[in-house]
């Protein structure tokens, strides 16, 4: 399913573009899932979930190096004119490791969703590639929440 015209089109408007989504969208995911990890290890002293968390983390790290070398594209980055690059107060307020972990886990899902739709314009097999990682971490998403989540003073188990 891999486009081989790819790098023909990459001088394509369109396709930069396309590839400055995929760009920020690796950054977004590695990052957000970074501070999970660090939230979960760091926090909560859970060691599977953490090496679950760390081993998505290196999927992802893993497709990063395919995208960056067989598509370039970090060449495509544009950080300073991203119109969209200052937060907003929400963005800066956090009240704890449960809202630290869980916005950040919103963070990982949106960007590898992103990172699935986008790459179906080039390599099917990397799309399901993602798809794989985002079921991966709804299910340790729905871990962390029976785990360490407390809904009005009880916590959460099953």
Request: glycine share 6%; proline share 0%; aromatic share 12%.
């Given at each position: 399913?891999?486009?081989?015209?790819?790098?023909?089109?990459?001088?394509?408007?369109?396709?930069?573009?396309?590839?400055?989504?995929?760009?920020?969208?690796?950054?977004?995911?590695t990052e957000g899932l970074r501070v999970c990890e660090?939230?979960?290890?760091?926090?909560?002293?859970?060691?599977?979930?953490?090496?679950r968390i760390k081993s998505l983390r290196h999927r992802i790290k893993k497709i990063t190096i395919t995208l960056r070398k067989d598509y370039g594209v970090i060449m495509y980055r544009e950080t300073i004119d991203d119109v969209g690059k200052n937060s907003k107060k929400t963005d800066m307020a956090r009240s704890g490791a449960e809202d630290l972990f869980f916005a950040n886990a919103q963070r990982v899902k949106e960007s590898v969703r992103s990172?699935?739709?986008?790459?179906?314009?080039?390599?099917?097999?990397?799309s399901e590639y993602f798809k794989g990682i985002r079921f991966a971490f709804y299910k340790i998403e729905?871990?962390?929440?029976?785990?360490?989540?407390?809904?009005?003073?009880?916590?959460?188990?099953?």
């Open positions: 399913m891999r486009n081989k015209n790819i790098h023909k089109s990459a001088g394509n408007a369109l396709y930069r573009n396309y590839f400055r989504i995929v760009d920020a969208n690796l950054n977004r995911a660090d939230v979960v290890r760091f926090v909560w002293c859970a060691k599977n979930i953490q090496a990172l699935e739709e986008v790459s179906k314009l080039f390599d099917g097999g990397i729905k871990d962390v929440y029976k785990k360490f989540v407390t809904v009005k003073g009880r916590r959460i188990s099953k």
